[in-house]
T-cell receptor, first 110, second 115 residues
Framework: RKEVEQDPGPFNVPEGATVAFNCTYSNSASQSFFWYRQDCRKEPKLLMS???SGNEDGRFTAQLNRASQYISLLIRDSKLSDSATYLC???????????FGKGTRLSVIA | GAGVSQSPSNKVTEKGKDVELRCDPISGHTALYWYRQSLGQGLEFLIY????????KSGLPSDRFSAERTGGSVSTLTIQRTQQEDSAVYLC?????????????FGPGTRLTVL
C-alpha cells in the first residue's frame, strides 16, 4: 500500500451538496495528518489539521479512523469557491517528513 | 509578514543547461522542503533541510539534482544538464519547528520549462 492514497476524482457536485473524501495511509504509527487545498496553478495551503478526536471548522469536518487507517474530509453546503484539489498529508514513516497524497479534485457546479 | 518566496517565478532553458532555483523561507523557520509537481500530478518530495543539513535526500531523482542551504535560511536547488522531463513546477516550503509534522508554508513555485 502506498504511504498515502487518495481517489483522484474528479468529484462533480452541485452547489449546496455535501461531499466527502477519504484518504488511506499505511503507517499505523502515524500521529499527524492534515488536509491541504490547492487551487489551479497555485501552491498548496493548509486547510485543516486532523485530530484523533475529529475537528470541525465551519462547513469542514475532518476525522481520523485509526482502526481502518483512513482520514476523511467532509464539506457541507458546497460553494463554487470550494472547487480545488484537496491533498491528504501524513507522515511517511518514523521520523521523516510529511508525504502528500496526489490529491482529490473537486468541482462544485452551479 | 512575508511568506516563502521563490525566484525566478518562471524559467525557460535549453536542454543540457544548468539551472539554479532559489527559495527564501519564512524568517525563523528551521525546516525547508523542496518538491516538484508536474502538470496534473501530485507533489513529489525531493529533499528537506533541518537548519543547514539535509537528513533526507532520498527524493532527488538523479545525481544531476543537488541542493544546499546556507545560514539556516536561503536554499538553492541546482539541476545540471537539464532534460525535458525536468519540466515541472518546483515548490519550496518551510515550517517553523524542528518537528517534522508542523504545517508547511509553500512558496508560489518556479515553473521550469526545458526545451
Amino acid at each position: 500500500r502506498k504511504e498515502v492514497e487518495q481517489d483522484p476524482g474528479p468529484f462533480n457536485v452541485p452547489e449546496g451538496a455535501t461531499v466527502a473524501f477519504n484518504c488511506t495511509y499505511s503507517n499505523s504509527a502515524s500521529q499527524s495528518f492534515f488536509w491541504y487545498r490547492q487551487d489551479c496553478r497555485k501552491e498548496p495551503k493548509l486547510l485543516m489539521s486532523v485530530y484523533s478526536s475529529g475537528n470541525e471548522d465551519g462547513r469542514f469536518t475532518a476525522q481520523l479512523n485509526r482502526a481502518s487507517q483512513y482520514i476523511s474530509l467532509l464539506i457541507r453546503d458546497s460553494k463554487l469557491s470550494d472547487s480545488a484539489t484537496y491533498l491528504c498529508v501524513g507522515p511517511r514513516s518514523g521520523n521523516t517528513p510529511l508525504v502528500f497524497g496526489k490529491g482529490t479534485r473537486l468541482s462544485v457546479i452551479a | 509578514g512575508a511568506g516563502v518566496s521563490q525566484s525566478p517565478s518562471n524559467k525557460v532553458t535549453e536542454k543540457g543547461k544548468d539551472v539554479e532555483l532559489r527559495c527564501d523561507p519564512i524568517s525563523g523557520h528551521t525546516a525547508l522542503y523542496w518538491y516538484r509537481q508536474s502538470l496534473g500530478q501530485g507533489l513529489e518530495f525531493l529533499i528537506y533541510f533541518q537548519g543547514n543539513s539535509a537528513p533526507d535526500k532520498s527524493g532527488l531523482p538523479s545525481d544531476r539534482f543537488s541542493a544546499e542551504r546556507t545560514g539556516g535560511s536561503v536554499s538553492t536547488l541546482t539541476i545540471q544538464r537539464t532534460q525535458q522531463e525536468d519540466s515541472a513546477v518546483y515548490l519550496c516550503a518551510s515550517s517553523p519547528g524542528a518537528g517534522l509534522v508542523d504545517e508547511q508554508f509553500f512558496g508560489p513555485g518556479t515553473r521550469l520549462t526545458v526545451l
